[in-house]
């Protein structure tokens, strides 16, 4: 059973819905059957690689005040504590995200997708390291076991760029207008980040849907 997961590095719904599907694949009975495949999404896509303002400044442009913005940062932070994640959003400075997406096709050739998804996500959220800078980008690769050295050359050129834009090319042939959005088989969708209940329910309909055809 396919199951693909689009989301960005920049958004900590999509940090909550990882670790929230992680806890709902590692219930659903049939979880060795599960194939996950992470999309890429860019939330942001005009974000300069270099960082600016803070996410407080960026919530501020879309006319929230900065009272409301840190209320709702606070919100987030107390979900992703319950989830084991620390999410420093006040510290944030979002940036372009279209050469992490391009790294993390680049990692799944070598099997480590998910393992550099997780990393990523911390770096911008807990660590509020720029995950646009290649140096941080190949160190992180590193760190989870790809060949930094390799990463740098990746990202040097324009390798797997079509791959990123075929994700979101599928995005858009699907529906997907937010992240995280989660696509079972095709056919059984959510989007935000659902309870781990949630997600299992959608595994388990999708799957008993599936049956008949894989009898």
Request: include cysteine; proline fraction near 3%.
């Amino acid at each position: 059973m396919l199951v693909e997961i689009w989301s960005d590095v920049l958004c900590p719904w999509c940090y909550l819905g990882k670790r929230r599907f992680e806890a709902a694949l590692a219930r659903f009975e049939h979880r060795d059957a599960v194939d996950v495949v992470w999309r890429s999404f860019e939330l942001r896509a005009d974000e300069p690689t270099v960082p600016g303002r803070s996410l407080l400044d960026v919530m501020a442009g879309y006319g929230l005040d900065r009272e409301a913005a840190l209320e709702r940062f606070e919100h987030i932070r107390q979900l992703g504590e319950a989830e084991g994640l620390t999410l420093n959003l006040t510290t944030a400075r979002p940036v372009n995200t279209f050469d992490a997406h391009r790294l993390t096709h680049w990692a799944a050739a070598h099997g480590l997708r998910g393992e550099l998804k997780e990393r990523l996500f911390r770096a911008y959220h807990t660590e509020n390291l720029n995950v646009a800078d290649h140096d941080v980008l190949a160190g992180l690769a590193g760190e989870v076991g790809l060949d930094a050295d390799q990463a740098r050359e990746v990202l040097a050129g324009d390798a797997f760029g079509e791959d990123v834009r075929a994700d979101e090319r599928r995005a858009r042939e699907v529906g997907v207008g937010a992240v995280p959005t989660f696509l079972v088989d095709g056919r059984r969708t959510t989007a935000g980040a659902m309870s781990a209940d949630v997600l299992l329910n959608l595994l388990e309909t999708a799957w008993s849907e599936r049956q008949p055809h894989h009898v």
